[in-house]
């Protein structure tokens, strides 16, 4: 591990700084754990990982939600939101932030954004949670520096996982903390471990193959994504909006009015179509009501052409979207 996160996230960090969980939820509860009350405050992107937003619900935190755009989250609008917190007496417990290749946008935070996000953290002493589970899947290869790796102070916690580069089903991911948070966090994880079996598994598996597998695996998916973005252009033509998602295995999709995702979900699953409702994945409902993400990663080529087609024909006839089905014309992409 600490070879892996010195090359490819350029993290310079020693076994004590590693805590292995039972997947990177687990990590996400243990650091919830050590900072979170009912009542606290954090910030999170506007859209983020439904399993970290649903946490937050549950724990009672406030989520205020930071606006993103292609290069990631916004920087102003962090900057005013920590201003205003700041006038009316709230000290966020964390940034929570998916820089590289977030969920469910796809976006990767460029490295001057992430100096800037650094900085503003450290003006405001409040901690940066670093959520990186996509970052080996990258369709050029090519990512900045993680956040953890970045930072000139520190308080930075990076949390990471295999569910996406090798199989969720193992279960191993990881924290990278300070000890001090680290052994905080230890005395929370009470399942005496995560299983060793899995752990030696994985690193019989990575030692030999890891540097060729994720290669194929991430070409694998990029050929997923061009025939999904080729389907709905075909099926929804200027109906659905996209930006081309930079890794990953996720597209975030707007769908034009009145569509509302959360009516669209029960009709779709339905006709056997699974889509993930964007009001579940993000703060604002609004900004999100008439989108959705849709995961390519496991179909085959000819199930996400005949998904998509299905889901074009539930939507019409649910919203009237898109009005004509398979039109070809396209128009660029504001989503
Ligand atoms: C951003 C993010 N964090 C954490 C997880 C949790 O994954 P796992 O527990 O399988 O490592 C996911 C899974 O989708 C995710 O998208």
């Known amino acids: 591990m600490v070879e892996k996160l010195g090359r490819d996230a350029g993290i310079a960090c020693t076994a004590d700084n590693i805590l292995i969980t039972s997947g ?5 509860d243990l650091v919830n754990g050590i900072f979170l009350n009912r009542g606290d405050t954090v910030l999170i992107e506007q859209a983020s990982y439904q399993g970290s937003l649903n946490r937050l619900s549950r724990l009672g935190a406030n989520a205020v939600g930071i606006p993103l755009d292609r290069d990631g989250l916004r920087i102003d609008a962090l900057s005013a939101a920590l201003a205003d917190l700041k006038r009316r007496g709230v000290r966020p417990k964390y940034i929570y932030t998916i820089p590289t290749v977030q969920n469910p946008t796809g976006t990767i935070l460029t490295e001057e954004r992430r ?9 405001y ?9 996509y970052a080996d899947l990258i369709w050029d290869g090519k990512r900045p ?19 996406k580069s090798v199989a969720p089903a193992l279960r191993v991911g990881y ?7 680290i052994a905080r966090m230890l005395a929370l994880k009470t399942d005496a471990g995560s299983g060793a079996l899995e752990q030696m598994v994985l690193a019989e598996f990575c030692t030999a193959h890891f540097a060729s597998h994720v290669p194929a695996l991430t070409r694998g998916l990029r050929g997923k ?6 389907a709905l252009a075909e ?12 890794g990953g295995i996720f597209l975030w999709v707007k769908l034009a009015e009145p569509v509302d995702t959360l009516k669209l979900y029960p009709a779709a699953l339905a006709a056997g179509i699974a889509i993930n409702p964007g009001p579940e994945w993000a703060t604002d409902k609004a900004y999100a009501k008439g ?44 989503a």
């Open 24 to 28: 990177s939820l687990q990590a996400l």
């Open 115 to 123: 100096h800037a996000l650094l900085r503003l953290a450290y003006d």
């Open 125 to 133: 002493a409040v901690p940066i949670f670093e959520d990186d589970c």
């Open 145 to 163: 520096p993680a956040l953890y790796a970045m930072s000139p102070h520190g308080g930075v916690i990076h949390i990471g996982s295999f569910s």
């Open 175 to 181: 924290i990278v903390a300070d000890w001090a948070l």
């Open 225 to 230: 994504l061009d025939t999904l973005m080729e």
């Open 235 to 246: 099926q929804f033509g200027t109906a659905a909006e996209f930006d081309e998602p930079k």
């Open 291 to 334: 989108r959705m993400r849709l995961c390519f990663a496991n179909p085959s080529h000819e199930a996400i052409r005949a998904g998509v087609a299905a889901l074009a024909e539930v939507c019409r006839k649910e919203f009237g979207v898109p009005e004509r089905i398979a039109n070809v014309e396209r128009r660029a992409s504001t």
